[in-house]
DNA sequence: GAATATTGGTTCTATTATCGAACCACTTAG
DNA sequence: CTAAGTGGTTCGATAATAGAACCAATATTC
């Protein structure tokens, strides 16, 4: 059993989005459906413990240092800084382009750690947007991996919220197998307009999905002719990558996915 | 009022740090001094929301991929990849030596961002990393900006739990002067052995202080006359980075020092 | 290999912390 | 001046929590 009241604190930080970093405690409440009392209560928890904090000039609550803090614990542990930071940052001096890792979570796909390239025109998305796995090849490339029912599911979620994106669930769970077959996927323009990526699976022990890494830059440039000529600079790379990931996966969530089939 | 539930949950976050990121259930209920199934509960609902994870081969929980989610947003407001990463990027390639940027958070200052120098031998210290104000350059430029009753207290402290440290509370104390009327602080295998810093203070609209801004790196080539000659490197920045933290600075954990007075 | 002491996890009820309507004091808009 | 915002507070009915006692499983001990 999991604590109500927690869970009801964890929800107002939730709120607190690359796109809406900012909140008024009215407009919070209101936003949440819970009585203001309690998201203040929340909030000036979460306040003096350096999670939030309520600036003075705007009046509104904002994510605090605290959090700084926790992500550098994540990162460290999963040498990041120490050992995928440097690959990832050869493979973009190699190709010239952005270098992206993705992780599962839950049933999303979170960009978490990007490494940009140094040409003028190049792919600079923002470490931790999350968004579903049928849109993109960073995303992809991870849901062909999973099993076929949650493939299923997902991708049937993806036809009735995004049709524009999702025309037709069968034709994309055609293209799902044939990513499979490959073991890489190519995608332009769909996360980002005018954004290409190249992207291979990452597996733990080379069973399942953890994520994936890719490569992205602008669709002019990366066309699936280049898109595969530098395909090999990141599959170079898998062991290591795989051989991390194994031991720093973050199996527990993925588990809940899994359990959820039955 | 804070809630009492809330709040023991974060005092379970707060217990995964870089020296100790991972916990046993038993283990962590002992140290929090908590009943195991609170702790349990707490961890639950922390898991479920992504903020922590259970390891399947350790056993053990660990910070999840949640927390890089909103310390990006952290980031990205405080303009740190856009605006603060240049111009620490440059005093870096400038100098030669890695940059650090120290913010003040409680009674304690915070590594918030390093940016490393290439060299072979250089500061590679970890992001995050939190200690008392009364040790290094970094940390003692911002303390001797602190009202004065602070800084006696602060320096009070450290005399009682790190004699080593601070052998004389009032030597430090004219330390501190010396260092206010300089307006930057040198110092030499205080934090971590064998590195050395310079550091200049940032301020909210030139009043209070927000944290420090530092060059740091090995001793035997970061002397103090080679310190004073890289100064103006550090010094040319700060109007910028003044009028950046002004807008984003963390106001109310650091009112709460300062009413702390009364 | 039986005994012991761990581990993570669960159950249940007396107790306690939480919730939320109603309430400030203050600012802004009309 | 009123009306509708804002953040913040109070207090009693109520619902969620705490924690002892309990598993089942694994490690350790002898």
């Not at 939030?52 to 614990?73: H, P, W």
Request: glycine share 4%; aromatic share 6%.
């Amino acid at each position: 059993m999991s604590s109500k009241t927690v869970d009801k604190a964890l929800q107002v930080l939730d709120m607190f989005t690359l796109k809406h970093p900012k909140w008024g405690l009215r407009e919070l409440s209101r936003e949440l459906d819970m009585s203001h009392t309690i998201v203040h209560r929340m909030l000036t928890t979460l306040e003096e413990r350096g999670y939030v904090y309520r600036s003075v000039d705007t009046q509104k609550y904002e994510l605090g240092i605290k959090l700084l803090e926790l992500s550098n614990v994540v990162e460290q542990h999963f040498q990041i800084s120490e050992i995928i930071h440097p690959i990832m940052h050869k493979i973009a001096s190699e190709t010239g382009e952005s270098v992206v890792m993705t992780l599962l979570d839950n049933e999303e796909g979170v960009f978490s750690k990007i490494v940009e390239s140094s040409q003028q025109v190049r792919f600079a998305g923002s470490v931790g947007r999350r968004s579903p796995l049928y849109i993109g090849a960073s995303h992809k490339v991870i849901l062909c991996h999973l099993p076929k029912d949650v493939q299923r599911r997902i991708v049937r979620q993806g036809a009735e919220t995004h049709p524009d994106l999702v025309p037709s669930a069968d034709a994309l769970l055609q293209r799902l197998e044939e990513i499979d077959r490959n073991r890489w996927a190519y995608s332009a323009g769909e996360t980002i307009s005018d954004v290409a990526a190249v992207s291979i699976p990452l597996f733990d022990y080379g069973h399942k999905v953890l994520g994936s890494l890719s490569i992205a830059g602008p669709s002019y440039r990366l066309t699936e002719e280049v898109a595969q000529e530098i395909l090999p600079n990141l599959e170079r790379h898998r062991p290591e990558l795989d051989s991390i990931l194994s031991k720093v996966c973050f199996p527990t969530r993925r588990n809940f996915l899994l359990e959820s089939l039955h």
